[in-house]
C-alpha cells in the first residue's frame, strides 16, 4: 500500500521550534513525500510560518493551552488512516515512519509504540531514564503487559481507535494515557525500539513534576471503569 495522504499524517506539536522545524519538514518528506504533514502550533516564533511554506497543514493553537491539548488537537484532526506522532525537535528518527504506519496498516496492529529504552539513549539524562524505567516497571505489573516506555513521542496510531478512545486530554503526562488506555481497552499494540537522539533546543520538562503527572495517570487509568 503506498502512503499518502489518505493514509498517512505525520502529525507533530510545536512551541518556538523555528530551528528545528524545517529540518524535520524535509527529513519527513524525504521518507514519506505524499503523507499528509499536520503541525499544532503554539509558537510566538516563525515555526507555522516556515512549516506553512514547506507545506505542512498548520492549526495554530494560540494562547498555548498545553501539550495535551496541542496532541488531542493533532490527533483528532489527522486527515489519515494512520497517524504517526513525532516531536518536533529532531530527537526521533523519520525513517521509521514506514515501519510504523505498515505495521498498523498492513499488519491490523491499532497502536505501534516506538519505544526509546532498549537501553539507556545516549541523549537521555539519567535521571529521565531512571524514573521512565521505573514507571514503565510499575505500568507493566499493574497492567500485566510489559511495557518499556510510557512516554514516547513517536508512536503510530490507528485514526479509528482515536475516534473512538475516551481519554482526557487536559493535563500534562497524556502520552501514558495514549498507551494505556488502548491498552486496558483491548486493542491490539505493538512495542518495537527507536533510536533516540540528542534535542535541537532547550527542553522543558521538568523531572519531579513529571513524575508525579506520570503516576497519577498510571493509576487513574488503572482503576477507572473504562
Given at each position: 500500500m503506498k502512503l499518502n495522504t489518505d493514509n498517512l499524517t505525520v502529525a507533530m506539536i510545536s512551541m518556538n521550534e523555528e530551528k528545528a522545524v524545517a529540518g524535520m519538514i524535509r527529513d519527513i518528506r524525504k521518507i514519506v513525500p505524499e503523507a499528509e504533514i499536520l503541525l499544532v502550533d503554539s509558537s510566538k516564533d516563525r515555526t507555522a510560518?516556515?512549516?506553512?511554506e514547506l507545506g505542512a497543514r498548520v492549526i495554530k493553537q494560540f494562547p498555548p493551552k498545553g501539550y495535551g491539548p496541542a496532541m488531542d488537537m493533532a490527533l483528532r484532526s489527522a486527515a489519515g488512516k494512520v497517524v504517526v506522532t513525532m516531536d518536533c525537535d529532531n530527537?526521533?528518527?523519520?525513517?521509521?515512519i514506514p515501519e510504523l504506519a505498515r505495521t498498523v496498516l498492513d499488519d491490523g496492529y491499532d497502536l505501534v509504540d516506538g519505544s526509546r529504552l532498549k537501553a539507556k539513549p545516549?541523549?537521555?539524562?539519567?535521571?529521565?531514564?531512571?524514573?521512565n524505567f521505573a514507571f514503565a516497571l510499575l505500568a507493566s505489573a499493574l497492567f500485566a503487559t510489559r511495557v518499556t516506555d510510557l512516554h514516547s513521542g513517536m508512536r503510530a496510531y490507528r485514526k479509528s481507535m482515536i475516534d473512538q478512545l475516551r481519554y482526557d486530554a487536559c493535563g500534562p503526562a497524556l502520552?501514558?494515557?495514549?498507551?494505556?488506555?488502548?491498552?486496558?481497552?483491548?486493542?491490539?499494540?505493538?512495542?518495537?525500539?527507536?533510536?533516540?537522539?540528542?534535542r535541537i533546543g532547550q527542553s522543558t520538562m521538568r523531572p519531579v513534576e513529571s513524575a508525579w503527572w506520570t503516576l497519577k495517570r498510571i493509576l487513574s487509568v488503572r482503576v477507572s471503569s473504562q
Open positions: 510560518e516556515v512549516a506553512a530527537t526521533y528518527p523519520a525513517e521509521k545516549a541523549a537521555m539524562p539519567w535521571i529521565n531514564y531512571l524514573g502520552p501514558v494515557e495514549l498507551l494505556l488506555r488502548p491498552l486496558k481497552s483491548g486493542y491490539r499494540i505493538k512495542f518495537t525500539h527507536i533510536e533516540y537522539r540528542h
